[in-house]
Structure formats: structure tokens, C-alpha cells
């Protein structure tokens, strides 16, 4: 009987094909990874900001309502011309509107607003423009 | 060639390919466990984040540092400090006595005007971690307390 030599070249084939697919999913699994967490730690940065937007406009009504109790103008807030005291704090794009009606020595608060600016013309690094 | 060469040479060759798929593979193995871990470590910085935020949520609504407790505690999970308030959860957010993530919002209450501004520091840790995972600074002022 006559035995049939074994051949490596099929098998190397094989082998080649398997890693190929194995390189591109990790590829995959990494770079989504990756992307992961820099939502996230761009998801963190977002919230400490809006917080530190918070606790600033807290510590102006402090200041407000310290200047309306002596009977004093409040110096960082601006009269709208509606009877309200408005005061826009900003930082890196994020924005908080403050509005205060006043009345003697009380007040309450009628706006507290968060928003950032937008840009319509956003162009977004990597993203086909279009035609 | 003789035979016993031609064998020779095909168990060289076959060692090679496999001792180079087993080289593969194992780099391949390290890049897959790199992506695992960064998965874990944005899932737990999104966790971290959100509870954070529910605490600075749960401090802008509470009148006391007795009501800060009040509100956070829920299944024994909440305990309160010198100063502060510790709650723990688990990674499903909900309240869990022992979860893995600890959340203490510190309650630093300071004389303003006619009130008083409750500056807080709530930083969120995990069990298996030694550095905190996030932390938050806010405040809230409120009117007519502490005059």
C-alpha cells in the first residue's frame, strides 16, 4: 500500500487564515475599548464641570442674598430691566443662567439653566464631510 | 534526499508553524485582555460617575446632614461619619450594605450672608481599588439656615 506524504502548506493556510481573523477582532476589541473609556472619562469631565458650575452659582446666591439682607446692590448680578438679577457663569463651553427676582430682602430663584455653546459648523475629526 | 531527512525536515517545519501560532496567540491573548480591562475600567468610571452625581443630587436636596442620611440610606447601606455621610452600592447602582462601590459625600457647612453654603466633596471608590475612582466638588447654599 502506497502512503500519502503529509503536506504542511494546507495547514500553514489554515493557520495564516485563523490568525488574520484573530488580529483584526482583538484589533477591534482594543480600539473599542479604548473608545469606552475616553466617553467615559469625557462623560467625567462633563458632570465635574457642570458641578463646578453648581457649586459656583450656589456660592453667588450666598453672596446675593448677603448683599440683599444689608440692603446693598448685588454686584455680580446684573438687573434684566424685568425686575431680575441675572448672572451667566461659564467655563470651558458650559454655561449656567442664574435669574433672581428680588423683592426687598427676599428672593427666589426663576431660572437655573445649564447649557453649552453650540457650534453648527462643528467639524468632527475623522467623519466624512459629505459633498 | 534520503527518507529519514525528508521526516526530519517536516518535524522541524511543523514545530515551527506551531511554536510560532502558539507565539501568536499568546500576543493576541494580552491584546484581548488589554480591551477587557479598559472595558472594566470605563464601565467602573461610568458607575462612579453616575453615582456621584446622585449623591450631589441627594446633598442639593437635603436640609440637614441628618437628611442627607435620611435620603441615601436605603437597606442599611448608609452610615454617617465626622462630617460626612458613606453610602455603599453595587455595581448595578442599586443600594447594597458591603456593595463594592463606597460613596462619601463630605458635609462642610460654612456662615454666608444670611445662610449658610454647605460645601461637599463626594468621592466614589471601589472595593478592589486603592485610589479613588471619582471625585466631585459642589456645594449648596441655603437660605435662612445657621443665621
Known sequence: MRQTPVKLGPLALLLTVITIC???????????ARADLRL????????????????????ALGRLDAALSAGETPTEFEPDGNG?????????????????KADGGAWRVTEWRH????????????????? | MG????????????????????GIILTLTRVYGAGRLQSAGAERLT???????????????????????????ENDNAAAEAGAVCA????????????????????????????ELVKSRITVSHAGLAAPLYTLETAVYRKGAGA
Do not use: M
Open chain 1, 115 to 131: 447649557d453649552r455653546e453650540w457650534d453648527a459648523n462643528l467639524e468632527i475629526e475623522g467623519l466624512w464631510p459629505g459633498f
Open chain 2, 88 to 115: 455603599t452600592y453595587g455595581g448595578d447602582l442599586l443600594p447594597a450594605a458591603g456593595g463594592a462601590y463606597t460613596v462619601r459625600v463630605t458635609w462642610e457647612p460654612e456662615a454666608l450672608g444670611a445662610g
Open chain 2, 3 to 22: 527518507k529519514k531527512q525528508h521526516i526530519t525536515a517536516f518535524y522541524v517545519e511543523a514545530l515551527l508553524l506551531i511554536a510560532v501560532f502558539i
Open chain 1, 22 to 32: 484573530l488580529a483584526i477582532l482583538s484589533v477591534l476589541v482594543l480600539t473599542t
Open chain 2, 47 to 73: 458607575t462612579a460617575v453616575t453615582l456621584a452625581g446622585n449623591a450631589a443630587e441627594a446633598l442639593a436636596g437635603a436640609g440637614s446632614e441628618e437628611e442627607l442620611l435620611a435620603l441615601l440610606d
Open chain 1, 84 to 100: 431680575a438679577w441675572r448672572l451667566l457663569l461659564e467655563e470651558d463651553g458650559a454655561r449656567l443662567s442664574i435669574a433672581v
Open chain 1, 40 to 59: 467615559a472619562e469625557k462623560y467625567a469631565r462633563t458632570v465635574e464641570r457642570r458641578y463646578a458650575l453648581e457649586r459656583d452659582g450656589q456660592a
